[in-house]
């Protein structure tokens, strides 16, 4: 990561009031590791912003791999094999799936005008709770069936 960018989500970080471990993180991090921060924190990054939208476009649109999904259309991809996917700005559906190897139930973050539709594509009994963090104005609809359940938390709040 340059010097200049670093400096920038530094600064970002500090008016956001960021922790002092955290920003010794941030100051020694590469890329990927302030990728791997932010999808370890999206609920402390989302609540307050940080990194601001143009940011996240500018220098994290090619993020994908990490779960962190900016401006994308989605046509019904399947979302189960990391612990946390953030989207901003996104558009379509997308559908969850438990990681039953693994263990894994995914968490979902929406922030910055996402207008997407949520569905599972297993019959699991029991159903899996997968839960859904809203931040900001964001459409969502979530498809409920017999394999899921959506424990919806916007702006921090159960819904």
């Known amino acids: 990561m340059d010097k200049e960018l670093r400096e920038r989500l530094m600064a970002d970080a500090r008016r956001c009031g960021i922790c002092a471990d955290g920003l010794g993180r941030l100051r020694v991090?590469?890329?990927?590791?302030?990728?791997?921060?932010y999808t370890e924190n999206p609920d402390w990054c989302m609540e307050r912003g940080f990194p601001g939208i143009e940011l996240l476009r500018s220098e994290f649109?090619?993020?994908e791999d990490s779960g962190v999904f900016v401006g994308r259309t989605f046509d019904g991809e399947v979302m189960g094999e990391k612990q946390a996917y953030v989207f901003h700005e996104c558009k379509g559906r997308i559908r969850v799936a438990m990681d039953y190897e693994r263990a894994v139930i995914p968490?979902?973050?929406?922030?910055n005008g996402c207008e997407m539709e949520v569905e599972c594509v297993q019959a699991n009994a029991p159903a899996i709770a997968v839960p859904v963090y809203s931040f900001g104005e964001n459409e969502l609809t979530l498809r409920r069936s017999a394999g899921v359940r959506f424990v919806h938390y916007e702006?921090?709040?159960?819904?």
């Open 29 to 37: 991090c590469d890329r990927e590791g302030l990728l791997r921060y």
């Open 61 to 63: 649109s090619d993020c």
């Open 107 to 111: 968490m979902l973050y929406f922030g």
């Open 155 to 159: 702006g921090g709040m159960l819904q």
